[in-house]
């Protein structure tokens, strides 16, 4: 499976922006597929993930309300909608896939075995 990130750029603090990430799999839909971040000098973060099957969807507090995912299974895509961007959102953005991950390990980064390249974004205050 590969997959590739797409959608990073330059904002301003307020704006939102999409990202998306395609997949190359022949069962897409037995893939939790999830983002996460890596701000300058941190460790990754999780995101969100879209549970593979249901596509039952998980966030982190810290992009609860704020980040959206979602999937197109019929496409091989997950997106994620950014809204009210700020400074601190600045980070890599990744996309990683694991198939039929237990829903306890979704927020996990050592369960994802399979990553995308990664997408910047920057949001200027």
């Known amino acids: 499976v590969q997959l590739q990130a797409f959608g990073g750029g330059l904002v301003h603090a307020g704006d939102s922006r999409r990202l998306s990430c395609i997949a190359t799999?022949?069962?897409?839909?037995?893939?939790?597929v999830a983002w996460f971040r890596q701000a300058p000098g941190k460790g990754r973060e999780f995101l969100a993930a879209?549970?593979?099957?249901?596509?039952?969807?998980y966030y982190s507090d810290s992009v609860k309300g704020r980040f959206t995912i979602s999937r197109d299974n019929a496409k091989n895509t997950v997106c994620l909608q950014m809204d009210s961007l700020q400074p601190e959102d600045t980070a890599v953005y990744y996309c990683?896939?694991?198939?039929?991950?237990?829903?306890?390990?979704?927020?996990?980064?050592?369960?994802?075995?399979?990553w995308g390249q990664g997408t910047l974004v920057t949001v200027s205050s």
């Open positions: 799999a022949r069962s897409f839909n037995i893939y939790t």
């Open positions: 990683a896939g694991a198939s039929s991950l237990h829903d306890h390990y979704y927020n996990t980064e050592r369960y994802y075995n399979f």
């Open positions: 879209s549970r593979y099957g249901t596509s039952a969807t």
